[in-house]
């Protein structure tokens, strides 16, 4: 690995020797899941950056002992192909899948204004709204292709052949094919006892292939992987001893896709029918009513009669983590604006909640509200903040740690 990125370096210097393109691609480097996604999403970081700071974050198991999924694991691997052929990730996946088998309708990064591309959806305040495509070409190798239904159809064609086309041409070749769709890595040990609704539906193993989630349903191998970006959601399967392949495309970020994909693979299958759109209806019922009562108990529990303990200007300042770099907060007519350096999509208006603590009201209207503490010290002064925050799709704020940067005393 350090062959071809020598600024790539993990927090121990031993894992960053020790650590290979293989086990990039099978999410063992003992990471917090979508770690580093605070970094990349929605920021002005280029890739290169993006891996230089890969180095500040913390594991939180050992190496290679843990399934944990890492877009940044495959962002260096795409890193590593372009060192290694001398081309970018972009022209490698053009030159060596798009042209051969005929996908005249996918790109890396974002397509061209006037394309027929579907618009994203998400749901906000209850509504579904469409929200502008967001640029992840600084983490493209995890997830920034756009591709239609057909394009899809042939990509898929490819891997049920075991990487052959046609009659006389191959991509990648059988051993490669043994080596994709086996076991790397344990998703889960033991596996999670179903809910008990689905437990007809348990399965024997569940482990990761090279990109690929492996397992068995209905007593038959599933070859398969989801994936999800602001207003689009995409879920593909395999069963290959039907030599068949599902795929569902949608431009909402919904789980709507997984109820049309398990449909069909119980028609493919020829299992007992399930009622999925029932099931899934109900879990987000459930869900809506948990973060419902949620809020209603932060509400009830809110010091309303309390205010900040420090004027609004002595929140103002630079404030430092070292994975991510700098944000600041300003007062601005007469109240406190948060400012995250590299991404304009973290720009929130903070409102007191009580005491020390403010609501962020984000201006990205995808990123949801959630709170921002600064802590006094024994001196009285504020040194950090401390973000509640709920997990967007691919960014996690529990792994930031942001201390305020001392002003140099002037000379």
Same mark, same amino acid.
């Given at each position: ?21 293989? /086990? ?21 970081? $280029? ?30 691997? @795409? ?72 394009? #899809?159809?042939?990509? #898929?064609? +490819?891997?049920?052949?075991? @990487? ?15 080596? +994709? ?22 399965? #024997? ?13 209905? @007593?038959?191998?599933?070859?398969? &992987? ?36 398990? &449909? ?12 999925? =759109? ?35 200007? $002595? ?10 770099? /700098? ?66 799709? /691919?960014? /996690?704020?529990?792994? =930031?740690?942001? &201390? ?8």
């Amino acid at each position: 690995m350090s062959k071809y990125l020598p600024a790539y370096a993990m927090w121990d210097p031993w894992v960053t020797r020790e650590q290979t393109v293989r /086990d990039l691609l099978v999410h063992r480097a003992g990471l917090r899941p979508i770690s580093g996604g605070t970094v990349w999403y929605g920021s002005d970081y $280029s890739r290169e950056e993006v891996l230089r700071r890969a180095r500040f974050l913390e594991p939180v198991s050992s190496f290679r002992s843990v399934f944990s999924y890492q877009n940044v694991s495959f962002l260096a691997a @795409g890193e590593v192909a372009h060192v290694a052929a001398g081309k970018t990730w972009d022209d490698q996946v053009r030159e060596r899948i798009f042209v051969p088998l005929g996908m005249k309708q996918s790109t890396t990064g974002l397509p061209p204004i006037t394309s027929n591309v579907a618009s994203p959806h998400s749901e906000i305040d209850g509504l579904l709204r469409v929200v502008p495509h967001r640029d992840y070409d600084n983490i493209a190798p995890a997830g920034s292709i756009y591709a239609s239904v057909l394009d #899809m159809a042939e990509y #898929m064609r +490819l891997h049920l052949n075991r @990487g052959a086309v046609g009659d006389n041409k191959r991509i990648y070749s059988e051993t490669v094919a043994r080596q +994709l769709f086996s076991p790397q890595s344990l998703v889960a040990v033991p596996i999670p006892a179903p809910l008990p609704e689905l437990v007809a539906f348990e399965p #024997m193993f569940s482990a990761y292939g090279f990109g690929w989630f492996l397992r068995d349903v209905h @007593g038959e191998k599933t070859i398969e &992987h989801s994936g999800g970006v602001d207003g689009f959601s995409a879920q593909v399967r395999m069963i290959p001893a039907r030599r068949a392949a599902i795929i569902v495309l949608s431009n909402y970020e919904g789980s709507f896709i997984g109820v049309v994909d398990r &449909h069909l693979a119980d028609m493919l299958q020829g299992a007992p029918q399930f009622d999925w =759109l029932g099931f899934v209806q109900k879990r987000l019922a459930e869900r809506k009513k948990n973060r419902g009562d949620a809020e209603a108990k932060r509400v009830a529990e809110r010091k309303a009669s309390t205010k900040p303990s420090l004027p609004l200007a $002595s929140y103002a300042g630079t404030y430092r983590d070292q994975l991510y770099g /700098d944000l600041t907060v300003t007062l601005e007519n007469a109240k406190l604006v948060l400012r995250f350096s590299h991404t304009p999509s973290f720009t929130a208006d903070l409102e007191p909640w009580h005491y020390d603590t403010f609501r962020t009201h984000w201006r990205d209207p995808v990123v949801t509200k959630g709170f921002v503490t600064f802590p006094l010290t024994a001196r009285g002064e504020i040194d950090a903040l401390v973000f509640d925050q709920p997990n967007l799709l /691919d960014a /996690d704020f529990r792994e =930031l740690d942001f &201390h305020r940067v001392k002003e140099e005393p002037a000379h």
